[in-house]
């Protein structure tokens, strides 16, 4: 099939021709990401259903932030999302010598959106207080939309929106790294096996991206094509690889160990802790059953034991 995304929805936007732009093989390539990330998507959807629906909430939450993934990925590739910037610096490279880059706007509405699902699926691993949890997204969305403003600024001011980025971004991986990590230690070893082999994967992936930001939307030194790559290659390790590590190191964790115990309309009440509600006519017999199943009342002239202790006479 050929693919004609590019000849179909053009490079002019908004007044202006993005003259540095993907070519086919650059668009492919986001339709090849797109497919990995749909795929990934239905998978980790279809191993939520092996799962008691209350034991879903990780696989949900990843599999949200592959789907998003794969609609930006296949906007990116129809050539779509993008607006023409005026880029800072010239130069004679022909792969990037024009004057107007294509700077993909929907990455960054895919970032806002997983980005934060991505935390919470390490957060919550750690046991983090939700406070913290709160507070470290709100960080990521300052970072995205830092990173946002700064590609579509036309003069050097743009430095400044990755410095705030770069800022929020350090204190991310300081909560991974520490924070988050410490909480782990009192959960078991294999939550702490898989939080550091998710944790440390992405702690290091998301410092290699604004290196990608800053040789492509930044100073505007490799080609889209390449953008594609360098973006999709670290997008795809972060999102559907992770994913991956993420649910098969759950496999055997019971979500109530991290805090996260939900109750099911078809819950066992035996199972969650909970007791029947007893009707107001079994207590006629005289006899009323106290929270440790031990309590007779005073009918028959005795004094319970508190948790089946005797109580010592006067």
Not at 276 to 301: D, F, I
């Amino acid at each position: 099939m050929v693919n004609n995304a590019i000849n179909t929805n053009g490079n002019f936007v908004n007044g202006a021709n993005a003259d540095i732009a993907i070519t086919t093989h650059g668009s492919d390539f986001y339709f090849a990401i797109c497919a990995l990330m749909t795929i990934s998507a239905f998978t980790f959807v279809g191993l939520a259903f092996r799962k008691h629906r209350r034991d879903r909430v990780f696989h949900y939450i990843t599999a949200g932030v592959v789907f998003v993934a794969a609609i930006a990925y296949f906007t990116m590739g129809s050539n779509l999302g993008f607006t023409p910037i005026e880029v800072e610096y010239r130069r004679s490279d022909p792969k990037v010598s024009g004057v107007f880059r294509e700077i993909f706007w929907v990455r960054y509405v895919d970032w806002f959106i997983t980005t934060p699902l991505l935390l919470m699926d390490l957060l919550l691993t750690a046991g983090m207080p939700w406070p913290t949890i709160l507070w470290v997204i709100l960080i990521d969305e300052i970072m995205i939309v830092t990173g946002l403003i700064g590609a579509l600024v036309r003069s050097s001011y743009k430095w400044g929106y990755f410095t705030f980025g770069c800022i929020a971004l350090c204190y991310i991986l300081y909560q991974l790294v520490w924070e988050a990590r410490r909480h782990t230690i009192v959960l078991g070893q294999d939550v702490k096996r898989v939080f550091f082999m998710c944790g440390t994967l992405t702690a290091v992936l998301w410092t290699l991206y604004p290196i990608a930001w800053g040789v492509s939307e930044g100073g505007n030194i490799i080609a889209p094509d390449s953008e594609a790559v360098f973006y999709g290659i670290l997008d795809f390790l972060a999102k559907p690889v992770f994913g991956g590590l993420l649910l098969w190191g759950h496999r055997n964790i019971d979500p109530a160990r991290l805090g996260l115990k939900i109750a099911d309309y078809d819950d066992d009440p035996s199972v969650n802790g909970r007791e029947k509600a007893v009707p107001a006519n079994t207590h006629s017999g005289g006899v009323v059953e106290g929270h440790n199943g031990v309590e007779n009342g005073h009918h028959n002239g005795t004094t319970p034991a508190h948790n089946g202790v005797a109580p010592i006479a006067a």
